[in-house]
């Protein structure tokens, strides 16, 4: 397997879900949280909850050389990036078995290798 090294495994989460659900879904979240990052301390390099997508500002080129931004995120979807967790690991699958660890009750995550930096 080819080595893979640095990862962001990002979080998708449907947040009207999170809002609707009891206060109590939101603290048995964060307690499988701590528990995925005391499990995998060795992995991670990083991590953190993201704001609520009405807190993002996105910015795209306006193709002359300036910038258009608008509150929001780019695109109107059901799952948002809710946080990240920065990981390093010896190969795809060890960086896969690592996301399979996360908790995402209300969505999903996404794994990409950093190619550069990091």
Request: aromatic share 6%; hydrophobic share 45%; proline share 3%.
């Amino acid at each position: 397997m080819t080595s893979v090294g640095k990862c962001l495994v990002m979080i998708y989460d449907n947040e009207a879900a999170w809002a609707a659900a009891d206060p109590s879904v939101a603290e048995a979240n964060h307690q499988r949280h701590q528990a995925f990052a005391a499990a995998n301390g060795a992995a991670l390099r990083g991590g953190a909850q993201l704001g609520e997508s009405d807190t993002a500002t996105s910015i795209r080129s306006d193709g002359s050389g300036g910038f258009v931004v608008t509150d929001g995120t780019f695109v109107e979807t059901k799952e948002v990036m809710g946080g990240y967790y920065l990981i390093e690991a010896a190969d795809l699958d060890e960086a896969l078995a690592i996301a399979k660890q996360v908790p995402a009750p209300m969505g999903g995550v996404e794994v990409r290798p950093i190619i550069n930096g990091g």
